[in-house]
């Protein structure tokens, strides 16, 4: 039997996502909510109800909850162990390196993408980036809410196409 690295490679990344949607991260609720989103894929039914607390402008916790796919839900779990931690410029600037990735571009040598490297092979099937995209899209609005000094704000995906 040849020894294929790539087979080895798939399943490992294929085990790392099914954790992620079997045992998503961040379903705790917060004790106290700074900003939040409500996210939205119309496409394929994705739903998510960010909740993010703040200290100044760090991320010290995230909450998503709701129902999606697979990738959106392993999406959203990866999120919730990635950013807090970081500051709303930061977390920002991540969401866009991996709106990039889903996109076809490279990672930035000095950026580590974590579990989320394993959300990579989606940019082959555009009809699926979306449902990757959708946590991160989210984030973005809940933060853009927050310091325009709103409550909540809310993101679909559809919207994502719109902003490249």
């Not at 705790?28 to 909740?51: F, K, Q, S, Y």
């Not at 977390?91 to 866009?96: D, G, I, L, N, S």
């Not at 555009?126 to 704000?153: F, M, Q, S, Y």
Request: charged share 25%.
């Amino acid at each position: 039997m040849v020894d294929r690295p790539e087979v080895a490679l798939d399943e490992l990344y294929r085990e790392v996502v099914l954790d992620h949607h079997r045992r998503p991260r961040g379903r705790t609720p917060l004790p106290r909510v700074d900003a939040r989103a409500h996210g939205l894929n119309p496409v394929c039914g994705d739903e998510i109800h960010l909740h993010l607390s703040l200290d100044g402008d760090r991320i010290t916790g995230v909450e998503v909850q709701g129902r999606g796919c697979a990738i959106c839900t392993a999406s959203g779990s990866m999120m919730a162990e990635v950013i807090p931690g970081h500051t709303e410029v930061e977390a920002t600037a991540f969401a866009e390196v991996f709106r990039n990735v889903m996109h076809g571009k490279v990672v930035p040598p000095d950026v580590d993408m974590g579990d989320l490297e394993a959300l990579e092979g989606v940019k082959k099937f555009p009809v699926r980036v979306k449902c990757a995209l959708l946590p991160w899209v989210t984030l973005v609005d809940a933060l853009r809410a927050w310091r325009n000094g709103a409550t909540e704000g809310t993101a679909t995906t559809e919207t994502e196409e719109a902003n490249p």
